[in-house]
């Protein structure tokens, strides 16, 4: 599956984006889906993640993060979303998304088995 992220880019501290994620053919709704971010100099971390739709659509967040955080899909199921508030400089980063199959939980880098291309988030004090 392709997955492309979108949605980024400059927004105030305190401020408010909203990512999104889609799939090429496959529907999205049968993967795990993670959002991981990676600021200049850093290793990739995860941000939030969301089981299938046949699991539940359950969602994890970082404990960074959490409070600040929604990750949810579409009603079509095939674009998964991640809304963030709050947001601080220190959230700047290149954001991406990643699917996982069965019962990897794309939580981690090495679990998941497909990547987009990031999309950059910028953060101004």
Aim: proline letters at 2%.
């Amino acid at each position: 599956v392709q997955l492309q992220a979108s949605g980024g880019g400059l927004v105030q501290a305190g401020g408010s984006l909203r990512l999104s994620c889609a799939a090429s053919a496959r529907a999205l709704r049968v993967y795990n889906v993670g959002w991981f971010r990676q600021a200049p100099g850093e290793e990739r971390n995860f941000v939030a993640a969301v089981t299938s739709t046949w699991s539940g659509s359950r969602p994890s967040y970082a404990d960074s993060m959490k409070g600040r955080l929604a990750v949810f899909r579409d009603v079509t199921e095939n674009t998964v979303f991640l809304q963030m508030n709050s947001l601080k400089p220190e959230d700047t980063a290149v954001y991406y998304c990643a699917a996982a199959l069965s019962d990897r939980l794309c939580t981690t880098v090495v679990d998941c088995d497909y990547w987009g291309h990031g999309t950059l988030v910028t953060v101004s004090s």
